[in-house]
């Protein structure tokens, strides 16, 4: 078996971890940060939180990264860090800020045009020493070679996988995502269990892979709707950011799937928050694989619930996993329509037409036709 797995060289994770960073990094010999975060984590402090304590460092911040970053924040990122002579990047934020962070080191060292990197390892220079510190457990961005631009003149989600973007230090600090709001907490949630499920039945996946994506799923399942519940609670905000660390390694080496695939569509052409579009189309995707491919999701539910798989053939555990996953999202409030968030049959042609060409697809269990696609968003709807 060939198998290559890519992941962050250093991870710190736990409450408070991210004072460990300035140790770390006068190893490294760097003077000058950029901080790369948003204007909502600039307001709440949390930006602060992990700048005051980098003691004998300076910084300069950009905090004009949008929820589904755009190739404009990336030109204004890159602007700054030239302009103030920044020598290495620290990411603060979710999967935006990290993203955009990515997206920056890779155009700082290789210049040209961002859409020129698209697809497998396409930079050829590593570039500048990158920290991505996580706020929220769910897109495990800090962990991942993969980033996602939004081209906003296409409508369309611009999808990179680069082991030259792969951040050096990894931080899950679970003292910076005390304070998510619930809403935050189970769209970002949903998006890690997304990860998770995805990555267990994606064609490349492998035994590694599977470990990593089975207790990433049990993690989730535990402490999702008690984060939820209390985002004051530690033990479960600690949960959270294991599951969601544990299902980033996974995908980032097996791959996603559909739900991925649909879900960067509703985010291009919606502006939706990529947790809520996983969310909401999570049961009808599992819904289709278990008419087109049986056998394949129940697997998931012999992980969440192995008590109520007792007996059942693999078809009843297929139907199992979407009952489980929908009861889950209707208590956390992510189950909600397509049509209630603003999305319009009008545009279904159009993300079908970009679902066919995005990268998740290939990994996918099923690979639908584009009237199927567009009879899918129609059922979420």
Avoid at 237 to 252: H, K, P, T, V
Wanted: with cysteine.
């Amino acid at each position: 078996m060939f198998l290559k797995f890519a992941a962050a060289p250093i991870t710190l994770f736990g409450l408070g971890c991210r004072r460990q960073l300035p140790n770390l990094l006068r190893r490294e010999g760097v003077k000058k940060a950029l901080i790369v975060t948003d204007a909502s984590l600039e307001k709440l402090g949390i930006r602060a939180m992990v700048t005051d304590v980098l003691e004998g460092f300076s910084f300069a911040v950009f905090s004009g990264v949008c929820p589904n970053p755009t190739l404009e924040n990336v030109q204004d990122g890159l602007a700054l860090y030239q302009q103030e002579g920044c020598d290495f990047i620290i990411a603060v934020g979710g999967g935006s800020a990290n993203d955009c962070a990515k997206a920056i080191r890779v155009m700082a060292a290789n210049g040209g045009e961002l859409k020129d990197y698209q697809g497998p390892n396409k930079s050829k220079v590593r570039g500048a020493f990158l920290v991505a510190v996580n706020t929220t457990a769910g897109t495990a961005s800090e962990v991942s070679r993969a980033y996602l631009i939004s081209d906003e003149a296409a409508r369309r989600k611009l999808i990179f996988k680069d082991d030259f973007a792969m951040p050096d230090i990894a931080v899950d600090d679970t003292e910076l995502m005390l304070g998510l709001p619930a809403a935050t907490t189970a769209q970002t949630g949903m998006d890690a269990l997304t990860h998770a499920i995805e990555s267990y039945c994606a064609t490349s996946r492998t035994p590694l892979t599977d470990l990593l994506a089975e207790d990433a799923m049990h993690q989730i399942w535990k402490w999702l709707p008690a984060a939820v519940e209390n985002g004051s609670d530690e033990q479960a905000r600690d949960g959270m950011a294991l599951g969601q660390y544990l299902a980033g390694l996974s995908f980032g080496n097996a791959g996603l799937g559909l739900v991925h695939a649909m879900a960067h569509q509703l985010s291009a052409v919606y502006h939706m928050g990529h947790g809520l579009s996983n969310a909401v189309l999570l049961p009808t995707v599992l819904e289709y694989y278990r008419k087109t491919v049986p056998g394949v999701i129940g697997r998931i539910a012999q992980v969440l619930a192995p008590e109520q798989c007792a007996g059942k053939t693999p078809e009843e555990c297929d139907t199992l996993t979407v009952t489980l996953i929908l009861q889950l999202s209707q208590r956390i409030g992510t189950d909600m329509p397509l049509s209630r968030l603003g999305v319009t049959r009008d545009s279904f042609a159009e993300m079908a037409d970009k679902a066919l060409q995005d990268g998740c697809l290939a990994t996918a269990p099923s690979i639908p036709d584009h009237e199927t696609i567009c009879s899918l968003y129609e059922q979420a709807l």
